[in-house]
């Protein structure tokens, strides 16, 4: 689990995220003009290559003929240019379905649950900051009977409690809002741990609002040690190394860095796995290629299917799926061929980083 950890990273950016240094052959904002004239770095093509992972390979063999292809033209070529190379990747392209108008409706629904559990979670963080207030006040918890004073929140059918249940956690939303309001005293926060927060430590999910990661890492151990001790131990290891991984790509992001590899992350709350940074050229070639890619801001991601003779249409993040609720899932672009989607996803977070 360290190494898997150390190597890939969890991202959870769609609710909670506190809001980039262009790559080698990208324009200075990160655009990309993609006609047969702009030039792409050897760099460019050899990191689309090696970011192919084995169960990529796997999925679809064709492209290790690709790959072959790729590396004869690069092999005694300097200078190259971005449709002779995307011209390769594009024999290789994997179309989905057809984009029909139900589709397009489904999106429309897809936001409603977006803005559902936008308002779940900020009720959560409510009452969490009520307990929180009388925890710093009085030192102590609320009882039955203080609680009573609260104000009312409209919570008993809340989402995150359903997702805590998928992660084995089972907890009322007083519980949850009590249990909120200790962490962020551990954390030295002006309030309660979000619980979006509290989700992605549970899940193994990055947190890149910066302000926040910084107070987690100066009480990681204690915040680790406390999970531990009232969630289970087996979580001890997963918030000390999503804590140190939110560090390392926070701080990525803060130097610029405007787009990543990504994959889907199929299990737990959802979410995608991103890796190494890449070039705009390069996170292209993904595109064409029908993998997933990550960028930090929405024009960003929209950049990377901005590409010549292909169309492209965003898509609000899936949330209530048949595999159940998944907030960590984002908004992303898809790129069209001829009105078929290819595989991929290109995610953004609602907020520029």
Same mark, same amino acid.
């Given at each position: ?81 971005? +449709?002779?190379? #995307? ?6 392209? $994997?179309?989905? &379905?057809? *984009?029909?108008?139900?589709? @397009? ?91 979006? +927060?509290?989700? #992605? ?6 947190? $890149?609002?910066? &302000?926040? *990661?910084?107070?987690?890492? @100066? ?91 292909? +169309? ?42």
């Amino acid at each position: 689990m360290k190494s898997k950890l150390l190597t890939i990273l969890f991202v959870f950016l769609l609710l909670f995220s506190s809001a980039g240094s262009a790559f080698a052959s990208s324009n200075g904002d990160g655009s990309s003009k993609n006609d047969s004239s702009t030039a792409i770095s050897r760099e460019d093509v050899e990191a689309f290559i090696n970011n192919i992972t084995p169960e990529e390979f796997e999925k679809r063999p064709e492209q290790y003929d690709m790959v072959n292809e790729l590396k004869e033209l690069i092999e005694n070529r300097e200078q190259l240019t971005f +449709d002779e190379v #995307a011209s390769i990747v594009d024999k290789y392209n $994997l179309l989905r &379905d057809q *984009v029909t108008e139900e589709s @397009r409706e489904d999106s429309s629904l897809q936001e409603q649950q977006v803005i559902a559990l936008q308002e779940q979670f900020s009720e959560i963080d409510a009452l969490a900051q009520e307990y929180y207030d009388f925890y710093k006040l009085h030192g102590k918890l609320p009882s039955e009977k203080d609680v009573e004073k609260f104000a009312t929140f409209d919570v008993s059918v809340s989402d995150a409690l359903k997702v805590l249940r998928d992660l084995g956690i089972s907890y009322t939303e007083r519980q949850l809002a009590a249990r909120l309001a200790i962490l962020g005293t551990i954390a030295a926060l002006d309030g309660p741990l979000p619980v979006g +927060d509290f989700i #992605a430590l549970l899940s193994g999910c990055v947190i $890149l609002g910066y &302000d926040l *990661v910084s107070s987690y890492n @100066r009480s990681a151990t204690a915040l680790a040690n406390d999970i531990g001790k009232n969630e289970g131990r087996s979580y001890i290891k997963i918030v000390s190394e999503t804590i140190a991984i939110s560090v390392t790509t926070a701080a990525e992001i803060k130097k610029g860095t405007k787009h990543f590899v990504a994959n889907l992350n199929y299990g737990g709350a959802g979410g995608i796995i991103v890796g190494s940074p890449i070039s705009l050229n390069a996170a292209q070639l993904r595109a064409k290629n029908g993998q997933d890619t990550f960028s930090t801001a929405n024009k960003y991601a929209e950049q990377v299917v901005t590409i010549k003779d292909y +169309d492209k249409e965003w898509e609000p993040p899936h949330i209530l799926t048949r595999y159940g609720i998944k907030p960590n899932n984002l908004p992303h672009w898809h790129l069209l061929k001829n009105g078929s989607r290819l595989e991929g996803h290109h995610f953004h977070p609602w907020y520029p980083l």
